[in-house]
């Protein structure tokens, strides 16, 4: 984490070395200790511990991830989302949203304790991909975004758990024709804030007790305003003191949580990223705080 130096709102960013037709997913910490849940868009879970990926800097690309895990190339398998699982949270669930709106809840017990380090935990129809999972508790909400600006809020214990791997779960979320899921992140009673991103780097942060409650499978409710040519990439829980901000072009920043305002849910927000002709905002992410970085630093070397 240290590597990144904190910016001012509407920096350039740092380049991260990446290969020619490679690009940025996501920002992730975590500690060697962890387990690393790797899923990709055919609804594979990948298991994968966190002390087998070796210590680099940011200008080294890395080791491809076939390297570790068994990625289906024939089937053009890719990630979309990347869970940090500690050893503590064996007794809580599993969430998974789909493009086209639908939701499965599992238990995370059944995942891990599959033998073997993948595992197919779900089904889809109607061309339909895994956009994002969780791991929360049932007395959690989860809060979902569309790309058109649309977004819903649900409570967990609503969802009944499917045990089996070949289940699809069940409408989150009715969608319009032209839009699609994007992005959701889990919420408690006392989360107060959530940052929504834009791909044109509109940033705002929302209130979440304006953000009503509802059943599953309705509309939702206007959570920001956009232009013409933007739409929203990913939301997040204001947790920490920073975030990142991750492009297309592999530009990642750094900026204070605080430099970005609490606006109505029909607001665009303010520009957060100098983007370059040809780049566009992919995801977001707290960085973790300065102290819990050194606490794990210390302790796993």
């Known amino acids: 984490v240290s590597e990144y ?14 290969k020619d037709d490679d690009q940025v997913k ?3 910490s975590a500690s060697t200790k962890d387990n690393l849940l790797i899923f990709t868009q055919l609804g594979k ?10 210590i680099t800097n940011k200008s080294s690309i890395g080791k491809y991830l076939v390297n570790f895990i068994d990625l289906d190339s024939s089937a053009g398998e890719k990630v979309v989302s990347v869970l940090v ?19 499965k809840k599992t238990t995370l017990d059944m995942i891990i304790r599959r033998r ?17 999972a969780h791991i929360a508790k049932d007395n959690e909400y989860i809060f979902s975004a569309t790309a058109k600006g ?59 007790n304006l953000i009503t409650p509802k059943g ?46 609490v606006y109505g849910l029909s607001a665009r927000g303010t520009k957060t990223i100098k983007l370059k002709d040809g780049d566009s905002v992919r995801s977001i992410s707290m960085a973790p705080d300065s102290n819990e970085a050194d606490d794990e630093e210390n302790t796993d070397g």
């Open 45 to 54: 879970c990948h298991i994968l511990p966190v002390y087998k990926i070796p």
């Open 150 to 208: 649309m977004g819903c809020k649900i409570k967990l214990d609503s969802i009944n758990v499917v045990k089996s791997k070949a289940g699809m779960g069940v409408r989150l979320i009715k969608l319009r024709d032209d839009d699609r899921l994007v992005s959701s992140v889990i919420l408690n009673d006392d989360d107060n804030e959530v940052c929504i991103m834009t791909a044109n780097g509109y940033a705002k942060k929302a209130d979440t």
């Open 26 to 28: 996501d920002v992730i």
């Open 216 to 261: 599953r499978g309705v509309k939702g409710q206007r959570i920001i305003g956009l232009t013409e040519n933007d739409y929203v990439v990913d939301v997040t829980l204001v947790s920490n003191k920073t975030l990142f901000i991750v492009t297309t072009n592999g530009m990642i920043i750094r900026i204070p949580t605080d430099s970005i305002n």
């Open 85 to 103: 699982a500690r050893h503590d949270e064996s007794d809580k669930n599993l969430v998974m949203i789909t493009k086209n709106g639908n939701i």
């Open 5 to 18: 130096e904190t910016q001012k709102r509407n920096g350039k960013g740092t380049a991260v070395k990446t």
């Open 116 to 132: 073997g380090s993948s595992t197919k935990v779900i089904e889809f129809r109607d061309n339909d991909t895994l956009v994002n």
